[in-house]
């Protein structure tokens, strides 16, 4: 206040005592005064917040395959759990689903074809190979066994003398070819084997694993695009309203992009931030009252359903921070459509006392460190120290010093003073 301003009040308040003084005979006409009586009812003290509506259940949809975005929802429609809200483009994945099938079966029919790549006459031509191979094997082991014995003779033979030296080298001669033509013998029984064991299998393995390889490939293809596809659809998780959509349809979208916000109104609540030194004055159940613009010259009832089990900190719009715990209220869904972000007045009742005696706020004032009051009684003003209960910013308890019904000054001027006469 400026100090002009603080002289004109003065001056204000000096004119007001000097009219008192030379034209009511030093009375004050009760028309001049603010009274009350000393009501008794019901009383409640208040917590005074600021509240917000919000949904406890909620459900972020995201992309989870790039592709155009098609839907026809719009904000504030209803959708079901396990619904579709919009679809990703499937019209691509379809045609890449029709060409991944067309490729495994492709894949199928090469791995059928060298499964059977080898014909029966093949086998049969290999099995009689095979046969005339052991046939010729048999008629070696049999020359190889009579040189092995004859050259063997020889080398006794020519111990005593018996037989010229020519006769040994030509014996074993005969010998080493009998032993080249069994290691040959062998050798082609072997290669008949091998052979036929290859035509049994129809092919090597490894071409085997190779076309093995490519069906699965194709088949796993097929799997993924149905993967996506099923993908491509929206689904809603939960019974509720589109609350946001970030996209327009026809908009093309990478996974992860969110998509739209869904939330269930029946999960709708005023959330309010209380500090923690007023907690104490809260209970599960305890009644409130909401108002605001939203709701006109109306208010509607609300309880109290939750109080969270941890504070969080909180910077006031001052900068300080506060600790404070989250308390939500229920209130008549039936009756009120909020909507999610509206913002209230929100008044809790911290105590609640019936038949109550009580005054305007303003009639109660401090004299002396003392809670007082004037009551105009006979006609004239009496000081009296009272004591005081639950308060809220229109009424205040009197618990004694006052009685019901009788008259009580609020805001009382600075001219008025114990004695004072009231003229009627």
Request: proline letters at 3%; hydrophobic letters at 40%.
């Amino acid at each position: 206040m400026t100090k002009v301003k603080k002289i004109i009040l003065l001056l204000a308040a000096a004119a007001f005592i000097a009219w008192l003084a030379l034209n009511s005979n030093g009375a004050i006409p009760a028309d001049k005064l603010r009274t009350a009586k000393v009501a008794k009812a019901d009383m409640c003290e208040y917590i005074k917040l600021r509240g917000k509506m919000e949904l406890e259940r909620k459900a972020a949809l995201y992309a989870r395959i790039p592709g155009v975005l098609n839907f026809a929802v719009r904000e504030g429609d209803a959708v079901k759990a396990g619904g579709r809200v919009a679809v990703i483009g499937p019209e691509d994945l379809n045609i890449t689903l029709k060409r991944a099938e067309a490729f495994y079966q492709a894949a199928l029919a090469g791995l059928e074809e060298v499964r059977n790549s080898v014909k029966i006459e093949q086998i049969k031509q290999a099995e009689q190979q095979l046969g005339q191979a052991k046939i010729a094997l048999a008629a070696t082991l049999t020359e190889y066994n009579y040189r092995n014995d004859l050259y063997r003779k020889m080398i006794e033979l020519r111990k005593s003398g018996s037989v010229s030296e020519q006769n040994q080298k030509d014996t074993r001669n005969q010998y080493d070819a009998a032993e080249s033509a069994r290691r040959e013998a062998e050798a082609r029984v072997k290669i008949a084997e091998y052979n036929l064991e290859l035509l049994k299998k129809g092919s090597s393995e490894h071409l085997i694993k190779a076309a093995e390889s490519v069906a699965d490939q194709a088949k796993a293809s097929i799997e993924e695009v149905k993967n996506n596809i099923a993908k491509s659809d929206i689904i809603s998780a939960l019974d509720g309203v589109i609350l946001t959509k970030f996209f327009e349809p026809g908009s093309f979208v990478q996974p992860g992009a969110l998509l739209f916000e869904i939330g269930d109104t029946s999960s709708a609540h005023i959330r309010c931030d209380v500090l923690t030194d007023d907690i104490a004055k809260i209970q599960i159940g305890r009644g409130a009252v909401v108002s605001g613009d939203i709701l006109g010259a109306e208010s509607a009832e609300a309880e109290v359903i939750y109080i969270a089990p941890k504070a969080f900190t909180k910077v006031s719009s001052l900068g300080v921070e506060q600790q404070k715990i989250e308390v939500r209220l229920s209130y008549d869904k039936n009756r009120y459509s909020f909507r999610p972000g509206y913002e209230f007045d929100v008044d809790i009742i911290a105590k609640k006392k019936a038949m109550a005696n009580f005054v305007p706020y303003k009639a109660v004032f401090d004299m002396n460190g003392r809670s007082s009051v004037f009551v105009i009684k006979n006609d004239a003003v009496e000081l009296r120290s009272v004591e005081t209960g639950i308060e809220n910013d229109d009424f205040i308890e009197i618990t004694s010093g006052a009685s019901e019904n009788e008259t009580v000054i609020v805001d009382p001027p600075n001219a008025v003073k114990p004695g004072l006469k009231v003229k009627r």
